[in-house]
């Protein structure tokens, strides 16, 4: 009797434990299952594979950085772990720049030359208003009518407004041109432009090719007028001198042309630089 209940016992134990066993297995290998598909080893890790699938809403993690990229729903992943790293569908632009780098490829920023105003126009902004003068050549009609307006006298009036002048000439075999600054006494201080800015600043200003034209700015570089065809001095004028800007300089200003025409040097041309305070290097 000792010997059958010694064995009822044993087999009772050896069923139980047997059942612990299988239940303990079953649960690893549902972890085993999850780890999988969440792109873990069995020890946590990350599993060294590459793989090309469709990702649904995927995220892409970093140790470097701490960000996280998502996938869109429905695109090709491609995902792979080098060196410890993960890297996903998207490239971060840190990861770009070290791989144009290997192969001795640096993408390079937006030259400041090639942006914004050309470099001419920058020296007259917040300090000047600027008369651009654009014609076909020196023997247009329309140029040679608004050259015969801007006389000799009136230079102490296009001073006191802060007003110099660049001159284009944009046919092909013609191009060229002047600026034009004017000092404090009203002498105009006359040097060739550069053709190679005439294409940046035809296309900067709105100009047409062919075409005589004239476009006034403000010292912000900003259009104030545009004129097709010449135009009396006093239409220009009335628009500087409605801006507020403009009455704060004539309080500033108060007998300035008077000053500037004493000095006996209106409208004579020099060839030379404008510095400063109105001075002039030739």
Same mark, same amino acid.
């Given at each position: 009797?000792?010997?059958?209940?010694?064995?009822?016992?044993?087999?009772? !134990?050896?069923?139980?434990?047997?059942?612990?066993? +299988?239940?303990?297995?079953?649960?690893?290998?549902?972890?085993?299952?999850?780890?999988?598909?969440?792109?873990?080893?069995?020890?946590?890790?990350?599993?060294? =594979?590459? #793989? *090309?699938?469709?990702? &649904?809403?995927?995220?892409? #993690? %970093?140790?470097?950085?701490?960000?996280?990229?998502?996938?869109?729903?429905?695109?090709?992943?491609?995902? =792979?772990?080098?060196?410890?790293?993960?890297?996903?569908?998207? $490239? &971060?632009?840190?990861?770009?720049?070290? +791989?144009?780098?290997?192969?001795?490829?640096?993408?390079?920023?937006?030259?400041?030359? &090639?942006?914004?105003?050309?470099?001419?126009?920058? $020296?007259?902004?917040?300090?000047?208003?600027?008369?651009?003068?654009?014609?076909?050549?020196?023997?247009?009609?329309? !140029?040679?009518?608004?050259? &015969?307006? *801007?006389?000799?006298?009136?230079?102490?009036?296009?001073?006191?407004?802060?007003?110099?002048?660049?001159?284009?000439?944009?046919?092909?075999?013609?191009?060229?041109?002047?600026? =034009?600054?004017?000092?404090?006494?009203? @002498?105009?201080?006359?040097?060739?432009?550069?053709?190679?800015?005439?294409?940046?600043?035809? %296309?900067?200003?709105?100009?047409?090719?062919? @075409?005589?034209?004239?476009?006034?700015?403000?010292?912000?570089?900003?259009?104030?007028?545009? !004129?097709?065809?010449?135009? =009396? *001095?006093?239409?220009? !004028?009335?628009?500087?001198?409605?801006?507020?800007?403009?009455?704060?300089? @004539?309080?500033?200003?108060?007998?300035?042309?008077?000053?500037? @025409?004493?000095?006996?040097?209106?409208?004579?041309?020099?060839?030379?630089?404008?510095?400063?305070?109105? #001075?002039? #290097?030739?």
């Amino acid at each position: 009797m000792r010997g059958a209940l010694i064995l009822t016992l044993s087999l009772v !134990y050896l069923l139980t434990w047997t059942g612990e066993a +299988d239940e303990q297995t079953q649960v690893k290998k549902a972890q085993l299952r999850r780890r999988a598909r969440q792109g873990l080893g069995p020890n946590g890790g990350l599993a060294r =594979r590459m #793989h *090309l699938g469709v990702g &649904s809403a995927l995220s892409v #993690h %970093s140790p470097t950085k701490e960000e996280d990229v998502q996938a869109d729903e429905g695109a090709p992943v491609y995902t =792979r772990t080098v060196q410890g790293r993960r890297a996903g569908g998207v $490239t &971060s632009r840190r990861g770009v720049m070290q +791989d144009e780098a290997a192969r001795g490829r640096v993408p390079r920023g937006p030259s400041r030359q &090639s942006s914004g105003s050309p470099n001419l126009l920058a $020296t007259f902004a917040g300090k000047n208003r600027v008369l651009v003068i654009s014609a076909p050549h020196e023997s247009e009609g329309y !140029y040679r009518m608004m050259m &015969s307006l *801007l006389k000799s006298d009136v230079y102490c009036e296009l001073a006191e407004r802060h007003v110099h002048q660049v001159v284009i000439f944009h046919q092909e075999g013609e191009m060229g041109g002047k600026v =034009r600054r004017i000092t404090k006494e009203g @002498k105009v201080m006359e040097e060739p432009l550069d053709t190679a800015l005439i294409p940046r600043l035809m %296309s900067f200003l709105k100009l047409e090719k062919g @075409k005589f034209g004239m476009v006034l700015l403000k010292k912000t570089l900003q259009v104030e007028e545009r !004129y097709p065809y010449p135009v =009396r *001095l006093e239409a220009m !004028y009335e628009a500087i001198d409605q801006a507020p800007a403009r009455r704060n300089e @004539k309080l500033r200003q108060k007998g300035f042309v008077q000053k500037c @025409k004493a000095a006996g040097v209106e409208g004579e041309v020099e060839e030379g630089t404008l510095t400063g305070e109105g #001075h002039a #290097h030739r």
